[in-house]
């Protein structure tokens, strides 16, 4: 599996781009502001969206790309997300007051979106080579990680998330899995903000690490804009007993097990 970073900050500015990955070139895991880093053809190869949550920094530059490529769409593009993200997006989003329902474009029968409903643990085929398993996160909505799977890898890409049991206990029932892609949003000194919003310091993951039996890179992102070089000098200090990478934008990651 191959992943392109188009974003992986928690907030936007100069260079900052919200949460949005392209995985093999066809498939969005969120659609955050990242999503302006593609080309129109681009984002015209995209087939599938598989969303963590419903909050405005994973869904805003979804709706922006379908609006600018709609005229060009010759496939529907369909989005898999719990129902309850779905419910959000009809309700919130695509309501015909804040943005147009393309899920009703150009028409009932023939819509250029495609809503798709999973359940948290119960895996379901994405493409004839991946499936995913949809797991319950810890945050201020519902938020899932994403067990991706093919013959070459497993690679666990995590929604916003505070502390959590039930990631790990899911986690150690898979024989490996080699890469974790997980939020730490926070330095440790904003411990009591972390535990408000539902996010993580460098601390919270390290002490949420020792359930894990399995010993996977891990893959830091969503770091707010502003706490970067302590977040990064903190995750270095204190997941020492891991490979580790801080994600970048506009770099691409490998995904086959022992590589990144």
């Known amino acids: 599996m191959q992943i392109r970073v188009l974003g ?11 949460t949005s990955y392209l995985l093999n070139g066809t498939i969005l895991l969120d659609g955050g502001t990242g999503i302006g880093e593609l080309t129109l053809d681009e984002m015209l190869a995209i087939r599938q969206v598989v969303l963590t949550h419903a909050h405005l920094d994973h869904v805003s ?23 309850h993200v779905l419910s959000v997006l009809k309700i919130s989003l695509f309501n015909w007051q804040l943005w147009p329902d393309f899920t009703e474009l150009p028409d009932d029968d023939n819509p250029c979106v495609r809503l798709h ?13 991946i499936s995913i398993y ?14 991706i799977t093919s013959s070459e890898t497993n690679f666990c890409f995590c929604g916003d998330t505070g502390p959590t049991e039930k990631l790990w206990q899911q986690l150690n029932q898979l024989d490996h899995i080699d890469h ?4 730490v949003s926070f330095p440790n000194e904003s411990h009591i903000l972390a535990m408000q919003s539902g996010h993580l310091t460098p601390d919270l993951l390290a002490n949420d690490l020792t359930q ?15 706490c970067e070089d302590r977040v990064i000098k903190q995750c270095y200090e204190t997941l020492t007993n891991y490979s580790l990478n801080i994600v970048k934008l506009n770099t691409s990651l490998n995904l086959s097990p022992g590589h990144y």
């Open 8 to 18: 992986c900050n928690g907030g936007i500015g100069s260079d900052l781009r919200t």
């Open 61 to 83: 530059g979804l709706a922006l790309m379908i609006a600018s490529i709609y005229d060009d769409m010759q496939h529907p593009i369909t989005i898999y997300a719990p129902p």
């Open 117 to 129: 409903a999973v359940e948290q643990d119960t895996s379901f085929p994405i493409t004839n080579e």
């Open 134 to 147: 949809p797991v319950i996160l810890s945050h201020t909505v519902e938020s899932f990680a994403y067990i």
């Open 180 to 183: 974790v892609m997980i939020e």
């Open 212 to 226: 894990l039996k399995h010993s996977p890179v891990i893959h830091i992102h969503h770091i707010k804009p502003g």
